[in-house]
């Protein structure tokens, strides 16, 4: 009965980390600016990878593999969004501003020099 919990838990990871890919890769594709993209690309990418690990672990069962597997998800967890925060940062850095809505401002990011 253990056996059967674990495989239909595996799976149920494995299948929504697959939407979460699935529906980031589209996103990217569909949003019309660079921060919605990379807005799509960061969130999606790193829940579905995670979910997508850990039902690969649950598969391997409890060996090296399995360990493994939790070790690359700690570190996507971390270097991810570590990532996302750098590129979304370069690019404010470098001019490219976020379109704002009407009767907003924002005040620009001083350059490090």
């Known amino acids: 009965m253990a056996d059967i919990i674990v495989l239909v ?4 990871l494995i299948l929504t980390g697959s ?3 699935i529906v980031g890769a589209v996103g990217t594709l569909r949003f ?7 807005h799509a690309a960061s969130i999606t990418d790193s829940a579905g ?3 997508l690990l850990g039902g ?3 598969q391997a069962g409890p060996t090296l593999v399995a360990v493994k597997l939790v070790i690359i998800g700690v570190f996507l967890f971390v270097t991810g969004p570590t ?3 750098a590129v979304a940062n370069a690019a404010l850095i470098s ?3 976020p379109k704002e809505a009407q009767g907003l401002t ?3 990011p001083k350059k490090q020099s």
Do not use: K, Q, Y
């Open 19 to 21: 939407f979460f890919v």
């Open 83 to 85: 990532s996302t925060h």
């Open 56 to 58: 690969m672990a649950l």
């Open 95 to 97: 001019g490219l501003r």
């Open 9 to 12: 838990l595996s799976w149920a």
């Open 106 to 108: 924002g005040t620009e």
């Open 32 to 38: 019309p600016d660079f921060w919605a993209r990379l």
């Open 49 to 51: 990878a995670i979910l």
